[in-house]
C-alpha cells in the first residue's frame, strides 16, 4: 500500500508561503501540487514528493490522492476501483459515434468529442456538488480509456474489445487495445506514465479548466476546455504534431524511422488477401495471404489519408536541371536488411497493373532500379511481406559530361501492429486517466 510506504509528508500546497521568483505574479494558492523547479524539489502531489509516489503508488492511488486530499487505505481503494470499473462500458450510442469518426482523426479530437458526448448522458451535468462531481468525474476517468482504445480499433480495421473488470486501469487500457494480458512491464511502465502525468498545475491547458469552471459551465465543458487548449501546438499537440511540423525539415536517412501501419495490412486482410493475379507474384507472398503497404495514392479507400498511412515519393525536385546527363537519375536498391527480412520478409514497389519495379523476392539485381527524372516526381506503392524493420539501401546514380556520379543511402522502415501509438498515448496518458483529475481538471 502506497500511504505506508511514504516516509515524508511535505508541507506544500494551499497555506503555504513560499518567496515568489522575479518577474512573478502569484495568482493562485494550489493545494494539489507544487512543482519546485530551478534545482529544487520538483512536483509535489498533495504534499508527497513524486519521486516517492511515482515507484510506489498506483495511478488509482494516485487518483485517490488528488480527489481526497489522502492516500487511500484498502477500503477507500475499493470502492474507488468499484466505481471505476463498472463505469468502463460505453453504450450503442457512443460505439457508433466513435465508428462514425474519420479513421485519420487526432486522438486528441477523439478525446474531446467523447467527453462532450459523455456529459449528454448525464441528467445532472449542472449539478455542481462535491460528491456528483466526484461521480462525473469516475465516469470521465472510467472511460477515456475505452473511447481511446475504441478508436484505436477502428481506425485499425478491428473491432472493439469491451473493458474487463478484473484489471487495473492502464491494464485494462492496454487489454482494450490488443486483446492480450498486458505483460507486468508494460503494465507498469504505463501506470507509471499516467502517475508522472496525473497534475500539472497551473499550465495553459489547467487554467483553461478553471476558466470555463468558473462560468458555472459544467465539469464536462471544462474537461473539454483543457483538451481543446491541450491539443494546441503549444501545448501537447507540440508531441502528436512533431511529424507534420517536421515535414519541411530535412533530416539524415538514417534517423527517421518510416512506420508502416497495421491498418494497411488490415485492409488487404479486408480485400481477401493477395490478389490471385500471377501479376503480383513478385510482392512474395501467395494468393490470399496479407501484407503491408504503402500506397501508391493519397485518395480512396486504399489511400494513405483513408489508412493514416505516410504518403511517400520519390522525386528530385530539388536537383537543378542540366546538371545530370538527360536530366535522369536512377535509383537502386542494393541490400535489404533488418529483421523484417531476417524473418523471411520480402520488400517490392510497384504502380498499379501491377508493374513492379522492385522486388526481393528473387534476389536483388540491377533490374531492382527506378528512373527519375530530374525536377520531377513520382509515386509507387512499396510492400512488405513480414513485421518488422527493413533497412533499405539505395544507390542513386547519374551522369554528368558522361562520368558517372554515385551515392548511397539507407531508410528504415517499420512493418508491425500498432499496440498503441505515441499520438494515443500522448493523449491516452495525459488525458486518458487525466480528464477528471480534480473537480475542476484536465492535464
Not at 151 to 162: A, E, M, Q, S, T
Not at 334 to 350: D, E, K, L, R, V
Amino acid at each position: 500500500m502506497a500511504k505506508q510506504q511514504m516516509t515524508q509528508h511535505l508541507n506544500y500546497g494551499q497555506g503555504s508561503e513560499r518567496q515568489l521568483l522575479p518577474g512573478t505574479v502569484l495568482i493562485d494558492r494550489y493545494a494539489i501540487q507544487d512543482v519546485i523547479g530551478l534545482g529544487g524539489m520538483g512536483a509535489v502531489y498533495r504534499g508527497y514528493h513524486i519521486d516517492e509516489l511515482a515507484p510506489s503508488a498506483t495511478f488509482e492511488e494516485v487518483v485517490y490522492l488528488l480527489w481526497h486530499g489522502k492516500l487511500p487505505n484498502k477500503k477507500e481503494l475499493d470502492i474507488l476501483n468499484e466505481r471505476l470499473v463498472t463505469r468502463r462500458a460505453l453504450n450503442n450510442d457512443h460505439l457508433r459515434l466513435i465508428q462514425s469518426i474519420p479513421r485519420n482523426a487526432r486522438p486528441m479530437s477523439v478525446c474531446r468529442t467523447g467527453v462532450s458526448q459523455i456529459g449528454l448522458y448525464d441528467p445532472e451535468k449542472l449539478t455542481f456538488d462535491v460528491e456528483t462531481s466526484l461521480l462525473k468525474s469516475d465516469d470521465i476517468l472510467a472511460k477515456m480509456p475505452t473511447i481511446m482504445a475504441t478508436f484505436d480499433r477502428y481506425r485499425r480495421g478491428l473491432k472493439p474489445i469491451p473493458p474487463r473488470e478484473d484489471l487495473g486501469h492502464a491494464a485494462n487500457f492496454l487489454w482494450m487495445l490488443n486483446g492480450k494480458d498486458p505483460s507486468p512491464e508494460a503494465e507498469k511502465a504505463l501506470d507509471l506514465y499516467l502517475v508522472l502525468l496525473a497534475e500539472h498545475d497551473y499550465n495553459a491547458s489547467t487554467f483553461a479548466c478553471r476558466v470555463t469552471a468558473s462560468t458555472w459551465a459544467g465539469l464536462y465543458s471544462a474537461v473539454v476546455s483543457g483538451i481543446s487548449t491541450l491539443s494546441g501546438h503549444a501545448h501537447g499537440g507540440a508531441v502528436i504534431n512533431g511529424v507534420p511540423l517536421a515535414a519541411d525539415a530535412e533530416y539524415p536517412p538514417p534517423d527517421v524511422l518510416i512506420r508502416v501501419p497495421q491498418s494497411t495490412y488490415n485492409y488487404i486482410v479486408s480485400q481477401g488477401g493477395r490478389n490471385s493475379n500471377p501479376a503480383w507474384n513478385p510482392i512474395g507472398v501467395a494468393a490470399g495471404e496479407p501484407y503491408w503497404f504503402l500506397p501508391f495514392s493519397n485518395s480512396g479507400p486504399a489511400g494513405a489519408a483513408a489508412l493514416g498511412a505516410p504518403f511517400l515519393g520519390i522525386g528530385a525536385e530539388h536537383v537543378d536541371l542540366g546538371v545530370f546527363d538527360g536530366d535522369k537519375l536512377h535509383l537502386r536498391l542494393i541490400a535489404a536488411g533488418g529483421s523484417g527480412p531476417a524473418a523471411g520478409g520480402h520488400f517490392s514497389a510497384w504502380i498499379p497493373g501491377p508493374d513492379f519495379y522492385m522486388a526481393t523476392s528473387d534476389g536483388i539485381s540491377a533490374a531492382d532500379e527506378i528512373e527519375v527524372s530530374v525536377g520531377g516526381h513520382d509515386h509507387y506503392a512499396f510492400g512488405f511481406t513480414k513485421a518488422g524493420i527493413y533497412e533499405l539501401t539505395f544507390e542513386v546514380r547519374g551522369t554528368i559530361g558522361g562520368n558517372p556520379v554515385t551515392d548511397t543511402a539507407t531508410f528504415h522502415f517499420e512493418a508491425v501492429p500498432e499496440p498503441a501509438s505515441l499520438a494515443l498515448l500522448g493523449c491516452g496518458g495525459a488525458l486518458l486517466g487525466v480528464a477528471a483529475f480534480r473537480k475542476r481538471r484536465q492535464r
